[in-house]
């Protein structure tokens, strides 16, 4: 009996540390973004930047699964998960690979190869709408959740279902060219500051799920 408690109280543990990470982590992962596609900053820095938003984001998944299975876990949790976690590997791998390309053939050779580079390219184009089709899954799923949780609810729950299918919706539309480039409307960078909107609700939501699920667990061990 002694050693099952244990046990729970060591799991309450592990899931209250990455309910404060993972919110964090979100947040970090949009500014990363943001900072390395728009700021003026030395190549090296935006390099960085760019290349911590994929291990940030799965970062983050984990700390909104933590969060949102304590009220009621569920296939749709952990598919939305899974698919998150993937998701940030993905646009990880895109970037890097997208970056060693840019950097070992300079724009002018790109310009002379003519459609062999519009075919090299491609290879990091299919990896980006990889990343795209498990991020707007990871974002449907998580909306799914969102909307029968006591934090989030109908309306919460219900933009983030839409914010994905439409991603979903427009990235395969125009693939293999991301929709920016096929002169319609790029949703990527608003449904990444919803999921900041996102992370900050659960970040101000810490000590009502501490109080709600963690303090309850020891009250009754």
């Known amino acids: 009996m002694n050693g099952a408690v244990k046990i729970e109280q060591v799991n309450c543990d592990v899931s209250a540390?990455?309910?404060?990470?993972?919110?964090?982590?979100?947040?970090?992962?949009?500014?990363?973004?943001f900072a390395a596609a728009m700021a003026n900053l030395p190549y090296h820095v935006a390099l960085v930047l760019a290349f911590s938003m994929g291990p940030l984001l799965s970062v983050a998944f984990m700390g909104f699964y933590h969060f949102l299975r304590a009220h009621r876990n569920?296939?749709?949790?952990?598919?939305?998960?899974?698919?998150?976690v993937i998701a940030g590997t993905l646009v990880n791998l895109m970037l890097v690979v997208q970056q060693s390309l840019f950097m070992s053939i300079p724009s002018a050779t790109r310009a002379?190869?003519?459609?062999?580079?519009?075919?090299l390219n491609m290879?990091?184009?299919?990896?980006?709408i990889s990343w795209d089709i498990y991020i707007s899954v990871a974002t449907i799923l998580l909306g799914v959740v969102l909307w029968k949780h006591p934090r989030f609810g109908m309306v919460l729950g219900g933009i983030?279902?839409?914010?994905?299918?439409?991603?979903?919706?427009?990235?395969?539309?125009?693939?293999?060219?991301?929709?920016?480039?096929?002169?319609?409307?790029?949703?990527?960078?608003?449904?990444?500051?919803?999921?900041?909107v996102l992370?900050?609700?659960?970040?101000f939501s810490?000590?009502?799920?501490?109080?709600?699920?963690?303090?309850?667990?020891?009250?009754?061990?």
């Open 17 to 33: 540390s990455w309910v404060r990470i993972g919110p964090v982590a979100g947040v970090l992962a949009i500014a990363a973004y």
């Open 74 to 84: 569920s296939a749709a949790l952990q598919t939305a998960t899974v698919f998150g």
């Open 112 to 119: 002379a190869l003519g459609s062999a580079w519009t075919g």
């Open 123 to 128: 290879v990091q184009l299919g990896m980006d």
């Open 160 to 196: 983030t279902v839409f914010a994905g299918l439409l991603l979903l919706v427009l990235n395969l539309w125009t693939f293999p060219t991301p929709p920016g480039e096929s002169g319609l409307f790029d949703v990527g960078p608003f449904v990444g500051l919803w999921f900041v």
């Open 199 to 203: 992370s900050v609700r659960m970040l």
């Open 206 to 221: 810490v000590k009502w799920w501490t109080a709600r699920y963690v303090r309850a667990k020891t009250a009754s061990s």
